[in-house]
């Protein structure tokens, strides 16, 4: 068995497949023998069930855990509309409570090996109105994993986003080129200009997937250059 703390898992934007990349992630520390559990903190658009309020996105981080977690242990933040999160409390009469979020997190850490965070949408994303999620990644202390979702425009807001972690004080460990459809021109020449720019490693390269599992992400991922994992 090979144990790490975990990593905060962020985007250069909304629906670049954070989501997909925390599954890859699980399937491969929990092949290493590892009891890994996800967080989605932060979650809007959620389902109305008679649970309660329920994102697509925190289920399925919840079946793809060694352990059996209560929904709210994930996902703590559940809103309905399909809007920033803070706009989401504010209108649910919540306030996202970055204290609240890091003592979940340690009750995972409590009893798994390790815990992957998902961002929500991209790495400036407001919580409240005075922090971010770069915020709650700073005060969790976890490496970051920049999912780049490859189409127009990527290479701006990946290079963006890896100065921006960088600047805030965390330590970007790797990142993943998820490509996206429809097929992107010049998909290869924009991946090998970031290899060039962004100097982590590269984890691996997502081609489009019309079914996306853990077990599929995960055989296009590698853990080889991650450090603490």
Known sequence: M????????????????????????????QARGNTVVA??????????????????????????????????????????PAIAPH????????????EIITNKYSELSCVSDCVLVEGAGGWQVPLNDNETLADLALQLGLDVVM??????????HALLTAAAITAAGCTLAGWV??????APECAQENINYLKSRVSVPLLGVLPIMQVVSASAVAENLSLAALTNS
């Open 2 to 29: 090979n144990k790490c703390r975990g990593y905060f898992i962020t985007g250069t934007d909304t629906g670049v497949g954070k989501t997909a990349v925390t599954l890859g992630l699980m399937q491969l520390l």
């Open 87 to 98: 706009i989401a409390a504010e209108q649910a009469g919540a306030r996202i409570d970055i």
């Open 177 to 182: 080129a998820n490509q996206l459809p429809p």
């Open 39 to 80: 967080m989605k903190p932060v979650a809007a658009g959620c389902e109305p069930t008679p649970g309660g309020l329920r994102n697509d996105d925190a289920l399925r981080l919840q079946q793809q855990a060694s352990i059996e977690l209560d929904y709210a242990q994930i996902n703590p933040y559940a809103f309905a």
């Open 147 to 156: 999912v780049v979702g490859i189409r127009l425009g990527c290479l701006n």
